[in-house]
């Protein structure tokens, strides 16, 4: 593929990308500026991605129980999921079909009818309206058109997935191959349990902090606890269509990881189409999960989870946690806010080079071209120009 700076007034509007767009890794360059920035592409991944894909929104373990709940927000949708008396797990627009008032707020343990803070209508665990008051004196009112409207929800690896899609097939359809190979890696994955979690608004695109996930390239320079710990000489990115995977072998470290000396220590980090990121650390029974819901196009709300097998946590968990909340995390937040803002600068020339070799190292960037190949599939044209 060609590279042409985007100098045209015309062309900084075109929102579409070939669809052959970074096929070739090692002659790639990134996906335009504009498509990191512009409010209107963002509504169109708001239709085209994250209304029709499966997004991984928490852990199992957080609604393990009857009656709880957890909400979230997402492209501006309030999501509802809740595990029934029947201990079914169920997926609802967190909007009261009367007026639209938000049902629950943040998590816990929902009663056995979920009530609107507003006028009062009651709703049961799995939707069905139970009572709205007045109804017996309104002409015509229809009980059965006064459900809760349901998303597709599935658990999968231990996570809860959900979907806007009614017509969707299941997660492992849109990510074959990935709960076997994460089972592989974190057996215990869903008996995992939440121990920290970070909350950030993230002045960044959802496509920049992907970027940032899927390259190891930066790691020395800007994570030199990780760095430490990483053999990035013995350090793989394997790509599995709508996932990838990135496998390296770990060493303790006193910057960051500190565990015994194993041979088979290693870091596997999954990045899930479209942006959720699974960590699998050197350190026994432990996980890091990166969870994104875009806000708008300079927005991301993100939860950073931490999770490990047993409630009680040790001194040297809470020092990790502590490294993750002081140090790792806020590294990252720093590199994808800077980037947010250069892409907007008249000194970028509006596309970079992606730095893809041919071995696929530990510092190539072929997982970007990956990805970016994949958001051209949204925004394909129907030639086969290049950019």
């Known amino acids: 593929m060609s590279h042409v700076t985007p100098l045209n007034p015309d ?19 990134t996906i335009p500026a504009r498509f990191y920035t512009s409010a209107q592409v963002f509504e169109q991944e708001k239709a085209r991605i994250f209304a029709r894909s499966w997004l991984c929104i928490g852990h199992a373990s957080e609604v393990a129980e009857p009656n709880a709940y957890i909400t979230r927000e997402v492209i501006g949708e309030n999501i509802l999921v809740v595990r029934g008396r029947d201990r079914v797990l169920r997926a609802f627009y967190n909007v ?7 049902l629950l707020s943040g998590d816990g343990t929902a009663r056995n009818v979920i009530t609107c803070p507003y006028h009062a209508w ?32 599935e658990e999968y690896a231990g996570f809860i997935f959900i979907n806007m899609d009614p017509n969707a097939d299941g997660v492992e359809q849109q990510l074959p191959g990935l709960q076997s190979k994460l089972l592989a890696a974190r057996p215990n994955a869903p008996e995992l349990k939440l121990a920290a979690r970070f909350v950030t608004r993230t002045p960044a695109n959802w496509k920049n902090i992907v970027d940032n996930y899927l390259e190891c390239y930066h790691c020395g320079p800007a994570h030199p606890g990780f760095a430490d710990s990483v053999q990035v000489d013995r350090y793989w990115h394997t790509l599995h269509g709508n996932w990838t995977l990135q496998f390296g072998y770990a060493r303790p470290s006193e910057k960051s990881f500190k565990f015994e000396a194993r041979e088979d220590a290693a870091f596997h980090g999954f990045w899930l189409w479209p942006c959720t990121m699974f960590n699998v650390t050197p350190m026994p029974d432990m996980m890091t ?3 994104e819901f875009p806000a708008d196009a300079d927005t991301t709300l993100q939860h950073y989870d931490i999770y490990f097998a047993n409630e009680v946590l040790t001194e040297e968990q809470e020092k990790l946690i502590e490294w993750y909340r002081d140090v790792f995390r806020p590294e990252d937040l720093r590199l994808v806010e800077s980037v947010q803002k250069g892409l907007k600068s008249r000194g970028y020339r509006g596309q970079g080079r992606i730095m893809a070799d041919a071995s696929g190292s530990g510092i190539s960037e072929h997982g970007i071209a990956h990805f970016h190949n994949l958001v051209a599939q949204v925004f394909a044209r129907p030639d086969n120009d290049t950019l």
Not at 96 to 102: K, L, S, T, V
């Open 11 to 29: 062309y900084d509007q075109d929102f579409t990308l070939p669809e052959n767009f970074c096929a070739d890794p090692a002659n790639a360059w």
């Open 96 to 102: 009261c079909p009367h007026r639209g008032h938000q």
């Open 122 to 153: 009651a709703f049961k665990l799995d939707g069905e309206l139970a009572h709205a008051r007045n109804c017996e004196n309104v002409a015509g009112f229809d009980k059965n058109a006064a459900s809760l409207v349901a998303l597709k929800v």
């Open 289 to 291: 999960v990166i969870y």
